[in-house]
């Protein structure tokens, strides 16, 4: 069965730092690209940062200088390093990627959901 699973959400005080993991299990090829996003409640869900197959990546303004997103293709996995957190950071963060089945085929897929809250 193929699946993101997501890890490294935790609470942390105002300032602190945590790094977030999306790994790809199952029959893959690769991650073609992908993206982490975060929902707080009673918010919608909005996109964070996202990196491309070549590595090229975005990030939203509220995060720009404090979050950044990397790939490690051979363990199948992306990350989301947060430092300075801020209350405002507080939310259910989740993985999206694009994966490839094969050299022709993708299928896109979201991770569980991780819990990241900053207290202050």
């Known amino acids: 069965q193929v699946q993101l699973v997501e890890s490294g959400g935790g609470l942390v005080r105002f300032g602190g730092s945590l790094r977030l993991s999306c790994t790809a299990s199952g029959s893959i090829f690769s991650i073609y690209n992908m993206g982490w996003y975060r929902q707080a409640p009673g918010k919608r869900r909005e996109l964070v940062a996202a990196i491309t197959n070549s590595g090229s990546t975005n990030y939203a303004d509220s995060v720009k200088g404090r979050f950044t997103i990397s790939r490690d293709n051979a363990k199948n996995t992306g990350y989301l390093q947060m430092n300075s957190l801020k209350p405002e950071d507080t939310a259910v963060y989740y993985c999206?990627?694009?994966?490839?089945?094969?050299?022709?085929?993708?299928?896109?897929?979201w991770g569980q959901g991780t819990q990241v809250t900053v207290s202050s």
């Open positions: 999206n990627a694009r994966l490839l089945m094969d050299y022709s085929d993708y299928k896109d897929y």
